[in-house]
């Protein structure tokens, strides 16, 4: 490969590149290939495209390049994404960047008008409109991706509305919840991602261009048509910040990590779930692995990757970060080790994002095992609590009374549940037979029956908004 790069180098001279007549040698090989984006910014090449066409279509309205010429750019262009789609162009490092490729390609097409295409427009102007351009589209990629994996979420809390399991606070055992509603907890986590990424599109849909290298173009430009043509809300309004701040691309990571984030906490529950210890689920064969050495093992590698791969968005996220920190105004190359972390994070979120959506309707519940930790962990102690200051008795002492019992309990080695009433009348006399039905852990998921709560009616209701709500 590299060999093949210095091939292409030393068989075009110096006059190729497009500052060349102020330069008196060439640029160093090495220096070529550090400083070239082609490798990885070739995959803005339609997004360019779309954008050169829309400048030139307003050169020509504006009678700053003529008619004739804006015929010959359409076409040449639209042959040039023909070779790009078709895989037979060829892209050269000597030419840097993908636009100057294009522009290249485009100038041997068709001549002299593929020369006038860049007038009142730069690189820097430029290369912000092709990523807002490529990012929009990402965007709108994971808002449905996040849309698919809301569907399996609520198909499977849908299925489990009414399956209890042990809800954790410091995973210790707390309070008995239903399967669904814990479900729905990652249901809403996601909600928030999607508005987070609308959010951010909606402030970067604004046009770079007309800004040019950093001040703005003494051409007679008409921005809004550009604007208009390219589907922006509107124009970035200082071309100093148009053509140097990568905020966007930022925010957008950031959306990204806590995205993933979300979906490393679910993982990390599924690793736990499916463990023999916990043997809540069972994910489908399809998304584990075995292991080359032990038999018996069948690993959950899919949550465990998603897990890995939250600390490389992560990464981006820091990396961008500091990309930005300390550049002065406006355009430095700086700029141009923004992709290699936004692409890299675009494509770990929407892969992630439909592995998710296809793991979730591979998972089998085991209800029996789930509603068995929840009856071994005393988890309605809370509920003989609540029942005692029902009766009047003050929450604190309540406390305390269902702290013995649960002592008592614990020493018995048996459910709060399977004390008799003379056993518990031993720590209040306020208590009654009517405890049992507090005490079942049917009865206090039902009890919890708010917004927001567990009972398995809200669970239900709470799906049918939220698939009302995605529809
Ligand atoms: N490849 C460059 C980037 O990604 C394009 C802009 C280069 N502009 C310049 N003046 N060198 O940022």
Redesign the pocket.
């Known amino acids: 490969m590299q060999e093949n790069n210095k091939q292409k180098t030393s068989s075009l001279n110096a006059k190729t590149e497009a500052w060349s007549g102020r330069f008196n040698e060439p640029v160093a090989e090495l220096v070529k290939r550090y400083t070239a984006?082609v490798d990885f910014?070739q995959r803005l090449a339609e997004f360019d495209i779309q954008g050169s066409v829309a400048h030139a279509q307003m050169l020509a309205a504006q009678d700053i390049i003529s008619q004739e010429d804006l015929t010959v750019i359409e076409k040449g262009l639209a042959e040039v994404k023909q070779d790009i789609q078709a895989g037979t162009f060829e892209w050269l490092l000597d030419l840097?960047?993908?636009?100057l490729n294009i522009e290249k390609a485009l100038t041997d097409k068709i001549g002299d008008a593929g020369k006038r295409l860049h007038t009142g427009r730069?690189?820097?102007d430029?290369?912000a409109t092709d990523i807002r351009l490529w990012l929009r589209v990402v965007c709108d990629d994971a808002i449905a991706g996040i849309v698919k994996l809301q569907t399996s979420i609520l198909d499977l809390a849908e299925q489990h509305a009414d399956t209890i399991m042990p809800g954790f606070t410091h995973l210790q055992v707390a309070q008995p919840v239903t399967f669904g509603h814990h479900l729905l907890a990652y249901y809403e986590m996601l909600k928030r991602d999607v508005t987070r990424l609308a959010d951010c599109r909606k402030r970067f849909n604004q046009l770079p261009l007309g800004a040019a290298?950093l001040a703005g173009t003494s051409y007679p430009i008409d921005r809004e048509m550009v604007a208009k043509l390219l589907g922006f809300d509107g124009l970035c309004e200082n071309s100093l910040d148009a053509v140097s701040d990568r905020d966007f691309a930022i925010e957008f990571t950031a959306a990204s990590a806590l995205l993933m984030t979300h979906l490393s906490r679910f993982s990390e529950e599924l690793i736990l779930w499916a463990s023999p210890r916990f043997s809540f689920i069972e994910i489908a064969d399809r998304f584990c692995t075995g292991s080359s050495i032990m038999p018996q093992k069948k690993n959950p590698d899919v949550p465990e990757l998603v897990r890995g791969k939250t600390g490389r968005v992560n990464g981006h996220l820091v990396s961008l970060l500091t990309l930005m920190k300390g550049q002065p105004l406006a355009?430095n190359?700086d700029?141009?080790e923004?992709?290699e972390p936004l692409f890299d994070t675009a494509d770990t979120i929407l892969v992630t994002l439909e592995i998710y959506a296809d793991m979730l309707r591979g998972i089998t519940v085991n209800k029996d095992n789930m509603r068995q930790a929840a009856f071994e962990g005393y988890a309605t102690a809370t509920d003989l609590a609540d029942y005692l200051v029902k009766k009047g008795m003050p929450f604190r002492d309540a406390h305390e009374v269902v702290a013995l019992a649960v002592k008592h309990a614990v020493q018995k080695s048996c459910d709060l549940s399977e004390l008799t009433l003379e056993n518990l009348q031993q720590f209040s006399k306020t208590i009654t037979e009517d405890v049992f039905s507090v005490l079942t852990l049917e009865g206090s998921v039902a009890s919890r029956n708010h917004i927001g709560g567990t009972a398995p009616q809200q669970v239900l209701l709470a799906i049918k908004r939220a698939k009302q709500a995605i529809s």
């Open positions: 984006s910014d840097e960047d993908v636009h730069s690189r820097n430029q290369v290298a355009y190359k700029n141009q923004d992709k």
